[in-house]
């Protein structure tokens, strides 16, 4: 059974930083591409980053510059590190292996002062 468990959202002022976790059980960690999408109110869920096996990042126009997705294979663990955080940022996070359709419970993010 797939489980994905997101951590490290919060409430930050306008351009603070935020490190987002997301610990995956259930899958062959290591050679599965992982991506991190997000969900504003009222919005269709949105591509953020991507991570191949091998470290090969892919990251949204409005991502790039400000966040950096990173991996431990030995943890089961995908990073999102985002940094110069927007009100726009402000959505639930959610991680996924980018080629299987399976949801955590998400991380919520709120940036405002």
């Known amino acids: 059974q797939v489980k994905l468990v997101e951590s490290g959202g919060g409430l930050v002022q306008p351009g603070g930083s935020l490190r987002l976790s997301c610990a995956a059980s259930?899958?062959?960690?290591?050679?599965?591409?992982m991506a991190w999408y997000r969900q504003a109110p009222g919005k269709q869920r949105e591509f953020v980053a991507s991570i191949t096996g091998g470290g090969t990042t892919t990251y949204a126009d409005s991502a790039k510059g400000r966040f950096t997705i990173s991996r431990d294979n030995a943890q089961n663990t995908v990073y999102l590190h985002m940094n110069s955080l927007k009100p726009e940022d402000t959505a639930v996070y959610y991680c996924?292996?980018?080629?299987?359709?399976?949801w955590g419970q998400g991380t919520q993010v709120t940036v405002s002062s």
């Open positions: 259930g899958i062959t960690f290591s050679i599965n591409s």
């Open positions: 996924r292996p980018l080629l299987a359709n399976y």
